[in-house]
């Protein structure tokens, strides 16, 4: 039943050759050993430290949620700069390619620009399924890792082991398309994939296989995360954390995951009939015999709207909990807040139409997508304005994890603004597949990523017991700011002079100022990547100074601040008891801050387990194996991998038990370890508001203190 | 209202640390993961039966035959009523676990997954008696959706089987620890959903594509 492949097959190696490794190619040659230089490197010096004991038992086997997520964000930077590098091709190759000559490398095989059409086609394809599902999705969703189960006072996740399974899995998505830039190509058929290219008749590479694997693997990590991600919001609250008392970054945690739960199967089920077709030989998306090709746009989309929602609404969580810790006010209008997130994920499932309705429905049907769409603005509208008036006579603190906030709420201004214009068809019809298109969709998930480095900069501090570099973290917004405006306000432009997406060659001559405006600015943000770098380095160097206490910034609101920083392992000593929406502001005020549980308990930890990085491992293997139809090593990986879990579900976890003596110990020595606090309160101006501040004494309710309390200084 | 700190509160009667909080249910923890991993294989086969739904028209079948052609809804019935025995025993087996009954688990178990193995070996034998009638995936659209939702449930079935006889083995072993208690219910949950979506695969696939 399986098809006739083009070209060679062998049973050892399915389509695994020599020749499938581009070694002659000027790009991928060099930068093939760069990374094997620099991965020998790693491993000499790994094994010269003596380290492999220490990774393998603290992070290759750990199942603790902070470490999980703290992996879960390097993979996503790591991948936003793959991204980044990606990104940077493009623009170099529009910049050069611009115009009607032949201006281009023979060297490289291209006839314009330096990149061949096909090489091009890779890059744009991988940038944006890298972008979207490896950068942005592991980033927030380590993030999520880490602060959710600390915002409602759990131990750690529901099942710490499918956590870690989560993690594998999807770090087996990122070495599957790694390994595509060396061992064979990858799909050219964009990010979402067009029927019926990618069949094999069109896509006789494996190009397509790796695009749809990686994928599946990252759907199914995906969806364990959000299976767990509910679970522990439902079942692991502390006592005292009601419903109306989560804190709203956990709540859009609870709304971006029912998105993710619900809307990630129809995504496996998209690619897996495409693999069908394409290792089977059946015929869903073909152009013939029966075959519906826009059966499979619908599919994808259907998947494909939710999950921009999906990861856009952990971002706002993380905007609405910087925004009131450095405004000193509660999140203003908590509960519009809460219903707005969950408008937005209902509504986010009922207007998957305006991805395409170009392919011509009729007026009936694109009308009620677009009110659809436009009805989105309204929840999102919400927020933004409960923001500002979080901020409106709120006692500001411009540091730099609020400023990165601040600016994500431009970008989504401009982002929502144009995705308004792109909901009325009549606009559309105009400017689909152009680059108005693509500059849209960036705005919103550049909000997504400025939002994703303030929260690193508020709750680094939390997770490691010292802060970032103020100045750098500002120098790199300003920066990075600065790169977005120079690269992409010249794409909205572009995109009104008619450029379509996607060209190898731009040949319009018009467009060339456009582009060298925009390669100055991707220039501009490599500048930004090295503020970053050099942000941590300095940050590491200078940790001595920058040690924090529990409350690390003096004025923070939520539960995750009363435990210490760095938070131990067994996140806090004593489960607490929680009295406010804002617990942390809460003990501050009435002066328990610096109260610590006086009596301890015998506390259950799971151990750690190897089983979650086999199985990863494993899945790697099959996707590979997929991909290059080594049928063998496919089965044998599966069967494996059933075993393995039959084998971990056997044993199962008995975990440990840490005594109450043992906790009180240390207790005390984390808090020995911990800094007194001698962060500087934040020196805000403007006016004390109503109700509001942290250390208003102006408000004179017998509750207040004139003083702050605990380990805080008073205002100057 | 909004403002934290509107009460004056008593240092002395305040609780900080919940000092008898025993921890949250194991079970019914595990039971609600469950739950949201049913939601999303629910989702999987919502998915399948709007590919079904849309491949469905006659112009789907190409030139190939449609199920009216094929299809033995008296045939598929025979498997319905396993199925339904099947989950009905598993259902005793259950019931027995709530008097601490081992044998009456296992029998009850060991009588579901035979049942379960019926209905997997009438959609083998069905499935060749397609494939000899030349009613293959590779024929048309219409087919190929066909096969998908049919055959993504039977692989249910199948990974369902194998599980009970991972519980067999592990009832055996260790007895009714809390593991094994919470992944019984698990698989009951799993094995009952199975046997919804096929009832609309039934009505939806076999009667109806007999009908058209
Ligand atoms: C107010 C909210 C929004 C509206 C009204 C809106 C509207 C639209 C529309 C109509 C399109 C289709 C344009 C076309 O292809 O012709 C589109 C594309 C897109 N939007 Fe939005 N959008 C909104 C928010 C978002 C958010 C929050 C994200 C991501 C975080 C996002 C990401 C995207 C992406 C990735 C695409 C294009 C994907 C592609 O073609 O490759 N949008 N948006
Ligand atoms: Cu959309």
């Known amino acids: ?716 | 209202m909004s403002s934290a700190h509107e009460k004056p509160v008593d240092p002395d009667q305040v609780v900080l640390w919940s000092d008898d909080y025993e921890g949250h249910d194991v079970i019914s923890t595990r039971t609600f993961g469950f739950w949201m991993y049913i939601l999303s294989d629910g989702m999987l086969f919502a998915t399948l039966f709007a590919a079904y739904g849309v491949l469905s028209y006659s112009h789907s079948y190409y030139t190939g035959p449609t199920p009216a052609q094929f299809v033995a809804p008296w045939y598929t019935f025979i498997q319905t009523m396993a199925l339904f025995l099947s989950v009905l025993a598993y259902g005793f087996s259950m019931a027995a676990m709530k008097t601490g009954s081992k044998a009456g688990v296992i029998n009850g178990i060991v009588a579901s997954m035979v049942l379960g193995a019926v209905f997997i070996g009438l959609d083998i034998h069905d499935v060749l008696r397609m494939i000899s009638m030349g009613v293959t995936p590779e024929v048309s659209g219409g087919l190929s959706a066909f096969y998908a939702l049919t055959q993504v449930h039977a692989a249910h079935i199948f990974v369902g089987l194998i599980w009970m006889l991972v519980m067999l083995y592990q009832i055996l072993k260790k007895g009714f620890t809390e593991d094994v208690v919470g992944r019984l219910i698990s698989l009951r949950m799993f094995w009952q959903f199975q046997a919804v979506m096929w009832v609309f695969i039934y009505v939806f696939v076999y009667l109806w594509g007999y009908m058209s």
């Open chain 1, 1 to 716: 039943m399986l098809v006739n492949l083009p070209g060679p097959w062998s049973p050892l190696l399915g389509r695994l050759a020599l020749s499938e490794i581009p070694y002659t190619n000027p790009i991928l040659a060099p930068l093939f050993v760069i990374i094997v230089l620099a991965g020998i490197a790693l491993v000499v010096g790994i094994t010269y430290y003596g380290k492999w004991g220490y990774l393998w038992k603290e992070w290759f086997t750990t199942v603790d949620h902070k470490k999980l997520g703290i992996m879960y964000i390097i993979l996503g930077l790591i991948m936003l700069f793959r991204g980044f590098i990606d990104g940077l091709m493009m623009r170099t190759q529009q910049m050069l390619a611009v115009g009607s000559g032949h201006n281009g490398m023979p060297l490289m095989g291209a006839i314009h620009g330096y990149l061949a059409p096909f090489h091009f086609g890779q890059i744009y394809s991988a940038h944006g399924l890298i972008m979207i599902l490896l950068a942005a999705t592991p980033l927030l969703v380590g993030i999520m890792n880490i602060i959710v189960p600390l915002q409602i006072g759990a131990r750690d996740m529901a099942y710490p082991y499918l956590n870690a399974l989560g993690l594998w899995i999807t770090a087996a998505a990122v070495f599957l398309i790694m390994i595509s830039l060396f061992v064979g190509d990858f799909s050219h058929n964009g990010w979402f994939g067009y029927a019926p290219i990618f069949e094999l008749a069109y896509s006789p590479g494996v190009g397509v296989d790796y695009w749809i694997w990686t994928l599946e693997l990252v759907a199914l990590g995906t969806t364990l995360g959000s299976i767990n991600f509910l679970a522990t919001v439902v079942k692991m609250r502390a006592p005292g954390v009601t419903w109306t008392r989560l804190p709203v970054f956990t709540w859009t945690a609870v709304s971006a995951n029912i998105i993710a739960l619900t809307s990630f199967p129809c995504l496996q089920v998209a690619l897996a009939l495409v693999g069908a077709d394409r290792y089977l030989g059946t015929h869903f998306f073909t152009a013939g015999f029966g075959g519906n090709l826009m059966l499979y746009t619908n599919l994808f989309w259907l998947w494909g709207h939710p999950e921009v929602y999906f990861v856009i609404l952990p971002a706002f969580g993380m905007i609405s909990e910087v925004i009131p810790t450095f405004s000193e006010k509660p999140i203003f209008g908590y509960i519009t807040m809460v219903l707005a997130s969950f408008a937005i994920a209902g509504v986010s499932w009922i207007v998957w139409l305006h991805h395409f309705f170009t392919m011509g429905m009729g007026p009936y049907v694109s009308t009620e997508f677009s009110v659809a769409t436009m009805l989105v603005g309204i929840p999102t509208g919400v927020k933004v304005f409960n923001w500002t008036f979080t901020m409106y006579r709120g006692r500001l603190t411009f540091s730099s994890a609020m400023i990165w906030s601040i600016g994500a709420l431009f970008l989504l201004l401009i982002g929502g603004l144009t995705g308004m214009m792109l909901s009325i068809p009549a606009i559309n019809y105009m400017v689909h597949n152009s680059v108005f298109v693509v500059a849209h969709f960036h705005m919103m998930l550049l909000c997504i990523v400025y939002a994703v480095f303030s929260a690193i900069i508020f709750w680094f501090p939390k997770v490691f017991g010292f802060k970032l570099n103020e100045a750098w973290g500002k120098i790199m917004f300003w920066l990075f700011s600065a790169g977005t405006f120079l690269v992409f306000f010249p794409m909205f432009m572009l995109g009104f002079m008619g450029e379509t997406r996607r060209l190898d060659w731009p040949f319009n001559l018009q467009w060339a100022p456009w582009f060298d405006i925009q390669e100055v600015g991707i220039a501009v943000y490599v500048l930004s990547v090295l503020a970053f770098l050099w942000l941590i380095y300095v940050s590491i160097r200078d940790r001595a100074e920058n040690r924090v206490g529990a409350d690390a910034w003096g004025t923070s609101r939520s539960l995750e601040w009363i435990t210490d920083s760095p938070v131990p392992f067994y996140n806090f000593a004593m489960v607490p008891h929680v009295n406010h929406r804002d617990e942390a502001a809460w003990r501050r005020e009435h002066g328990f801050s610096d109260k610590r549980p006086e009596k301890f308990a015998a506390i259950h930890m799971p151990n750690n387990t190897p089983v979650a990085i086999v199985i990863g491992a494993l899945t790697f293997v099959i996707g590979f194996g997929l991909t290059w139809r080594i049928w063998w090593l496919t089965v044998a990986a599966l069967v494996l991998t059933v075993l393995v879990m039959i084998y971990r579900s056997g044993k199962g976890d008995p975990g440990y038990i840490i005594t109450a003596e043992e906790m009180e110990k240390m207790d005390r020595e984390s808090r020995q370890k911990m800094d007194d606090g001698h962060a500087p309160l934040p020196k805000g101006g403007g006016y004390t508001g109503g109700t509001v501040t942290a250390y208003s004494a102006e408000v004179g309710d017998p509750g207040s203190q004139s003083t702050p309390p605990g380990n805080s200084r008073p205002l100057s």
